[in-house]
């Protein structure tokens, strides 16, 4: 079975602290997402990587940076947190098979940023 | 404009009520209909993966259907532990589109 873990369940920041949410994938997936999700917005990706040390910007990259070192490791980071990145975020991992890239998903960061 | 609508956003049912969510898609050049559960505080859980019109998969209590502008997840005598949000996506090229979501409780 896919694993993807993230470092934190809950996390409680203040403003303008820097944050690092961290994502472990453990299938050798070559593609790794991080999104948001927010009450009535639905899934908003950030940023992406399709391989090591690579990152592309998703639609809301504002505000984030991410940092890929190791197939199996994707990191966000907050630069400085504000309260409207309180939020969930989601790591999702997926392999290249002929273009249709199954997304699966960790458990989730609760961000909350006071 | 690529897009991904679920309907309805919430839906009560009784135990043992058959229902269908529905998604439906404008984009151009599917490559995949992905559906997905999530419980609250959780990530969603990968179900199924749809390819092309008239493909169905099964999984328990639940079957998805595609055609070329929808998807439907049908739900046979559902089960409060069918309770959750049921996310729809759909990739077109290398681009991700989710869908909002439908809310679905299933009442004993």
């Known amino acids: 079975d896919v694993k993807v873990t993230q470092s934190s369940r809950y996390l409680v920041k203040r403003t303008g602290e820097k944050v690092f949410l961290e994502c472990v994938q453990d299938?050798?997936?070559?593609?790794m997402f991080w999104y948001r999700q927010d009450p009535g917005l639905g899934l908003r990706l950030i940023y992406f990587?399709?391989?090591?040390?690579?990152?592309e910007k998703g639609d809301i990259p504002e505000g984030y940076s991410v940092s890929r070192e190791k197939k199996e490791r994707f990191s966000l980071i907050l630069e400085s947190a504000s309260t409207n990145q309180t939020s969930m975020y989601l790591c999702?991992?997926?392999?290249?098979?002929?273009?249709?890239?199954?997304?699966?998903f960790g458990p989730g960061t609760r961000l909350t940023v006071l | 404009e690529d897009q991904v609508t679920q309907s309805p956003e919430a839906l009560r049912l009784q135990e043992g009520e058959s229902s269908s969510l529905n998604c439906s898609y404008t984009?151009?050049?599917?490559?995949?209909l992905f559906w997905y559960r999530q419980d609250p505080g959780k990530g969603p859980e990968f179900l199924f993966t749809?390819?092309?019109a008239g493909e169905e998969k099964e999984k328990e209590r639940l079957k998805a259907t595609l055609t070329k502008k929808e998807s439907f997840l049908h739900i046979t005598a559902p089960k409060p532990e069918d309770s959750a949000t049921y996310l729809c996506?759909?990739?077109?090229?290398?681009?991700?589109?989710f869908g909002t979501g439908t809310s679905l409780t299933v009442i004993p």
């Open positions: 999702a991992s997926s392999r290249r098979q002929g273009g249709i890239d199954t997304q699966y």
């Open positions: 749809l390819y092309s």
């Open positions: 996506a759909v990739q077109a090229g290398n681009q991700f589109y």
């Open positions: 990587s399709y391989d090591v040390k690579m990152k």
């Open positions: 984009v151009s050049g599917l490559r995949g």
């Open positions: 299938m050798d997936h070559e593609n």
